[in-house]
């Protein structure tokens, strides 16, 4: 019988070094730029009920429509795994009450999406996230336009665009609606059959189709942006002053529409010219949403790690560089050596030296092979011989140079600075 290949599926995979070692550097940043921003972070489920997305992304979208990861699980019950993090960010905010009120929350995760994985599309990605909770001002969502792009600078990301616009009012959506099938009408039997009944659903979403003859269409419109009235055309311009202030680049870009439901006013988009077709490094917005009979307000964007790390990798970064080195290896020689070198090498990690020895009783020559394989910085070599002595064979393997060292002079050698009298005192006993 053949075997069963048991690979990851399609457009997930595993992270793994060194890879792994980019990913653990890229959320330390993250964590402590938000800690600046006072954000707090959320880890909520990666599986909700399916009407956290459906009632919040918009029935019409294609990420509802067609992306998401629907399950049932054994009572029955519609599950989906999550698309995107807003929408069970404000179902937790809108558990919260008055307290949810002005939440600043951050989260970092896998989320899922069944497309067809292509270059910088995959099913499981992994996002940075951030959400503030509060109402529409102009300021907040600069606020959060900065929070990202610092994220963005501080990852080492070079030449980013951020490309703002606004989806208008609450009262300019029937009116851009109305607009816009009015403008499609003559032609509405050349769009595709989606966009045929995107047309009577949520014309907007024809905005965003990728079928070339829909597309052609969309070009020839005028950007919605003139079929709004004016505050949601000032809101957004002084989102781009405050912008200005900051010293943050942005441009305007009218056609700008994104594709989930819950966006009005401010929407934004960066992009990165290494990136090819799927070329937007993060999207957000500001939105309004009702859980659960509670409407929740807030502004929030989401990176997307897969293609901040593929920008980087494009750049020149090389992940194997940022592998940490242990410090030490330490090589025993006769089981007594081994005994009491497995009581050293513990010592050391307990004083926070990254050290590792041999527990497989390999030969001294294994060993060595093994220490260097392992690039630790040094090698502590201690046989049954040394024990007795009570001394140990010192290599530093960058310098090439070795020393018989005592207790104290090794741990003088392997602690940096004021550790040093901890060390002594270690060694005397
Ligand atoms: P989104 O534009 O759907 O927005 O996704 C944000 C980012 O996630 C994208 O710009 C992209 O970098 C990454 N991404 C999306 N889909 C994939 C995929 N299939 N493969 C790899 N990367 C992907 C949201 O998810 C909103 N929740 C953002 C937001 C937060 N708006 C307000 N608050």
Redesign the pocket.
């Known amino acids: 019988m053949a075997e069963e290949s048991l690979q990851p599926i399609r457009g997930m995979s595993d992270l793994a070094a060194p890879e792994i070692c980019l990913w653990h550097a890229l959320e330390q940043t993250a964590r402590d730029i938000m800690s600046a921003y006072a954000f707090q972070e959320v880890r909520t489920p990666l599986v909700e009920q399916t009407a956290v997305f459906t009632r919040s992304l918009g029935d019409t979208t294609d ?1 509802v429509q067609k992306e998401m990861y629907r399950v049932l699980d054994r009572g029955g019950r519609e599950l989906t795994l999550r ?4 929408a069970g960010v404000m179902r937790h905010v809108s558990g919260l009450g008055q307290d949810g009120a002005d939440a600043r929350l951050y989260y970092l995760g896998p ?1 899922f ?1 069944a ?1 067809r994985p292509a270059a ?4 499981q ?1 992994h ?1 940075l ?1 951030a ?1 503030a909770i509060g109402p529409a001002t102009a300021m907040a969502d600069a606020e959060m336009i900065a929070l990202q792009a610092h994220v963005l600078e501080a990852w080492g990301i070079k030449d980013f665009v951020v490309h703002l616009n606004t989806r208008g009012a609450p009262d300019d959506f029937s009116r851009v609606t109305e607009a816009l099938r009015a403008a499609l009408a003559g032609q509405r039997h050349t769009l595709c059959a989606d966009c045929q009944r995107r047309y009577n659903e949520n014309p907007l979403r024809i905005l965003d189709c990728k079928v070339e003859q829909c597309a052609e269409q969309v070009a020839a419109l005028p950007p919605i942006t003139e079929w709004m009235g004016a505050p949601a055309n000032a809101y957004v311009d002084e989102v781009l002053a405050w912008l200005e202030r900051l010293n943050i680049p942005a441009v305007k870009n009218p056609r700008l529409v ?3 439901d819950y ?1 009005q006013h401010t929407v934004w ?2 992009t990165h010219s290494g990136l090819g077709a ?1 070329d ?6 500001r ?1 309004a949403l009702n859980m659960a009979g509670r409407p929740v307000e807030g ?6 790690l ?2 901040v790390i593929a920008v980087l990798k494009a750049q020149g970064l090389v992940p194997e560089s940022m592998m940490p080195r242990p410090d030490v290896f330490v090589v025993s020689h006769g089981d007594r050596a081994a005994e009491e070198n497995l009581v050293l090498m513990q010592s050391l990690r307990l004083r926070g030296i990254a050290a590792l020895m041999d527990v497989r009783g390999r030969s001294v020559k294994a060993q060595m092979r093994a220490a260097n394989r392992s690039r630790s910085r040094f090698v502590i070599i201690r046989g049954d011989t040394e024990l007795a002595a009570g001394t140990f064979q010192f290599k530093d393997m960058d310098a090439g140079s070795q020393a018989e060292l005592d207790m104290p002079a090794l741990m003088n050698r392997l602690l940096p600075g004021p550790a040093h009298a901890v060390a002594n005192q270690a060694g005397d006993e």
């Open positions: 990420i698309p995107e993090g807003t989320m999406r497309e910088g599309r995959r099913r990605f996002q996230g959400e994104r594709g989930l966006y988009e960066v799927q937007a490094l993060s999207g957000g917005g939105y502004v929030g964007f989401a990176i997307g897969e293609r």
